[in-house]
């Protein structure tokens, strides 16, 4: 299964609200979950199950979808949001990434 | 508070062998799914491999990119995982992470170890 993430990259002002979008090849449920990596970082997990928190996420982070498409919406920007995000499934094996989406400040 | 980390990267000729280790602590490590992610420098991430818990046979799952050239183990008495790697080429150049996995879900990742396959 194949995941694309769009845009690849995306320029907003701190307060914005942005929202990153991910489409897998085939159908996988809400078997979906989004990271956020900083630069020279360990990624951390945002959401599972398409719209479930980990915990300790702020509620800012968002998730939606189901089926193939899916999208990420971060509200308020920070300055500590700026950073790459990535999709993946685990609906089955292989377990894929998207390519990723960089958040850059404007 | 769950932790995880890595050890055991550095630099290896293309064709030899590397085994990394995960130490975890803060949780139940035998109730787990482990796995192993890596990321390229400059390049997104990529699942290397999975190993079940006990009550699931610790079997496992690999890439296709290192399928019979990887081995993925833990010793649970010990709250550890291992990637055994070898034959190992240029292109296995990478970041390697340790992550804890709930129902199947990624939830924690350790600090990553880098290994470097180099002549």
């Known amino acids: 299964i194949q995941m694309t993430q769009s845009p690849s990259s995306l320029s907003a002002s701190v307060g914005d609200t942005v929202t990153i979008t991910c489409r897998a090849s085939?159908?996988?449920?809400?078997?979906l979950a989004w990271f956020q990596q900083k630069p020279g970082k360990a990624p951390k997990s945002l959401i599972y199950a398409a719209s479930s928190l980990q915990s300790g996420v702020p509620s800012k982070f968002s998730g939606s979808g189901s089926g193939t498409d899916f999208t990420l919406t971060i509200s308020s920007l920070q300055p500590e949001d700026f950073a790459t995000y990535y999709c993946q499934h685990y609906k089955t094996y292989p377990i894929t990434f998207g390519q990723g989406t960089r958040l850059e400040i404007k | 508070e769950v932790q995880l980390v890595e050890s055991g990267g550095g630099l290896v000729q293309p064709g030899g062998s590397l085994r990394l280790s995960c130490a975890a602590s803060g949780f139940t490590f035998s109730d787990h799914y482990m796995d192993w992610v890596r990321q390229a420098p400059g390049k997104g991430l990529e699942w290397v491999g999975r190993?079940?818990?006990?009550?699931?046979?610790?079997?496992?799952e690999y890439a296709a990119s290192v399928k019979g050239r990887f081995t993925i183990s833990r010793d649970d008495s010990k709250n550890s995982l291992f990637l055994q790697m070898s034959s190992l080429k240029t292109e296995d150049t990478a970041v390697y992470y340790c992550?804890?996995?709930?129902?199947?879900?990624?939830?924690?990742w350790g600090q990553g170890t880098l290994v470097t396959v180099s002549s």
């Open positions: 992550v804890r996995s709930s129902l199947y879900y990624f939830d924690n």
């Open positions: 190993i079940r818990n006990k009550a699931n046979s610790y079997t496992t």
């Open positions: 085939q159908g996988i449920n809400n078997y």
